[in-house]
């Protein structure tokens, strides 16, 4: 039988996520000033 999921955090696709998250803010962190601003440029 399967664990059971009293929480959010419990989901496979939220700790899924969490890692992605952290991978994406370890690689941005290696952007140039400029490419921070032309990332968050509204459209």
């Given amino acids: 039988m399967s664990e059971r999921i009293e929480s959010f955090r419990d989901l496979n ?3 899924l ?3 992605l998250q952290q991978d994406i803010f370890e690689l ?3 952007f140039t000033k400029e490419e921070l601003f032309l990332s968050h440029r509204p459209d």
């Fill in 28 to 30: 941005t962190k290696q």
């Fill in 17 to 19: 996520a969490a890692v």
């Fill in 13 to 15: 696709v939220y700790r």
